[in-house]
């Protein structure tokens, strides 16, 4: 049997057609010997209108006050109607009922912590149902700017033996009574896999035992990782800005409603200033110090930092040049300054933080040697990466993206556990 799904219904040639959708009611009532339920599927939502006289007596006593969520199957034809939601209706000439559901435990006034309790039901309502969209929009652009760009999807693992960004904040885990550790990150795997393919990437999941709980910070989140051989911190910078650009556009072209739903005009993220301004870790601090902060050559750039320089951008911020012993052990020492690396941050505008981590690498291996003991890590662990720069070692770089902290900056949401299903915080391991 075919199923027409409900958006067909809003197609301009839809009117006077007949259509045949399964869903979920949203609401049902009666009057008049009419009953209107709001029916949910894939495609969205459309009022269906059923005579008593249409569905017949024993069916209509059953419909016409549904719990919501309950499922029906509905024939029917397509008709104007200005009161509808939408401006259409379906009027029905049979509806089954496919299940009564149990009263919805969900509705809008309930604490937060009862919402997070429930979210294998609150996945059902229209924020989520936007923002489960809205992420899968995104995914969809970023692999095919990705593919334009000649950069290979390639599927590293997420079980290591390495706690490649710090060994404090790894989740560790008995390996057959070895330690192993939930991947942190992907890049030096896909290190490895710039010898033979040059361009790569990878969408992971990552993990981080940060126990702080902060609306920026998951324990486990999407990370989307690229690694480009012969590529320079000038030529990362503007990769990432062509990317951001173009996955924005993309956005704002084919999930415009998900957009306006959670609060972002579309037009906003294909008008950001152009280029993204660039500041070093060394004219921040005296930005900084100018808003009263007191800050030294190594201190760190924190969440109030990072807010206080972002503000009042309008476009993400690239903030480069960090003091090396602030950066992870891989990071290429400037040619220009040995007390800093080849790297940079993006931060969001709006004070929403960090997007983007990136770097250009280090290839001596002296050197890499050197960051590994001063970090406390014994480089034998690091053995098979520290081979990477004896067999055909090129200059390369790379970055890390955090995907909901991207989709917390567009939605402005408070808290990045808004931005997927099913959260992972230091406070919640279920559902
Ligand atoms: O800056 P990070 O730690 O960089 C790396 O892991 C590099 N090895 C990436 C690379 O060069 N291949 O993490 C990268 C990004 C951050 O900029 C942030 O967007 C996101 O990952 N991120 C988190 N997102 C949500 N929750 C957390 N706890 C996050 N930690 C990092
Ligand atoms: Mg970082």
């Known amino acids: ?45 459309v009022q269906v209108t059923a005579r008593r006289d249409a569905i017949g007596a024993e069916g209509f006593d059953k419909v016409e006050h549904l719990p919501g969520e309950s499922v029906v199957e509905v024939e029917g034809t397509v008709h ?3 009161r509808a939601p939408g401006g259409r209706e379906v009027r029905a000439s049979a509806v089954r009922l496919l299940q009564v559901s149990e009263p919805f435990p969900i509705w809008s006034d309930q604490t937060e912590e009862f919402r997070l309790d429930h979210r294998h039901l609150t996945v059902r309502t229209q924020e989520m149902v936007a923002m489960v969209r809205l992420k899968a ?11 334009r760009e000649e950069v290979l999807e390639t599927t590293p693992p997420i079980l290591s033996g390495n706690a490649a960004e710090g060994g404090s904040e790894a989740f560790t885990l008995d390996y057959f009574g070895k330690p192993g550790y939930l ?30 709980r902060t609306p920026r910070h998951l324990t ?21 800005e062509r990317m951001l650009r173009q996955v924005l556009a993309e956005l704002a072209r084919r999930a415009p409603e998900e957009l306006r739903l959670l609060g972002r ?38 969440t109030a930092e990072e807010r206080a320089l972002s503000l009042e951008e309008r476009a993400p911020l690239f903030l480069t040049h960090f003091p090396r012993e602030l950066k992870a052990f891989y990071m290429l020492q400037s040619p220009h300054d040995e007390r800093t690396v080849e790297a940079f941050d993006l931060l969001a505008p709006e004070g929403y933080g960090e ?43 790379g970055f890390g993206l955090g995907i909901e902290r991207v989709l917390r900056w567009v939605t402005r949401r408070e808290h990045i556990r808004d931005t997927t299903p099913f959260p992972r915080t230091p406070a919640r391991l279920t559902p």
């Open 137 to 147: 929009a995104m995914l969809r652009a970023f692999r095919e700017f990705f593919d």
């Open 183 to 212: 991947g942190q990150t992907a890049q030096l795997y896909l290190e490895a896999l710039i010898a033979p393919h040059e361009r790569v990437y990878a969408l992971t999941s990552s993990f981080r035992a940060e126990k702080s």
């Open 355 to 397: 997007l983007v981590g990136a770097s250009c690498r280090e290839t001596d291996n002296t050197r890499l040697r050197e960051r590994l003991v001063a970090t406390g890590v014994n480089p034998e662990e690091y053995a098979w990466y520290l081979d990477l720069r004896r067999y055909g070692s090129v200059p390369h770089a």
């Open 80 to 82: 104007a109607d200005a």
């Open 1 to 45: 049997m075919s199923v027409e799904p409900v958006a067909r219904s809003f197609a301009p040639e839809a009117l006077g057609t007949a259509v045949h959708l399964r869903g979920w009611v949203l609401r049902s009532r009666s009057s008049g010997g009419i009953a209107f339920l709001l029916v949910r599927d894939r495609t969205g939502s």
């Open 265 to 302: 005009e579309p037009s906003e993220l294909t008008s950001l200033p152009e280029p993204f301004p660039r500041v070093t870790y060394a004219e921040a601090l005296e930005r900084l110090r100018a808003k009263n902060f007191d800050l030294h050559w190594g201190s760190d750039i924190a």
């Open 220 to 240: 486990e989140y999407l990370h989307l990782e690229a690694e480009l051989a012969w590529c320079d911190l000038e030529e990362l910078m503007q990769f990432v």
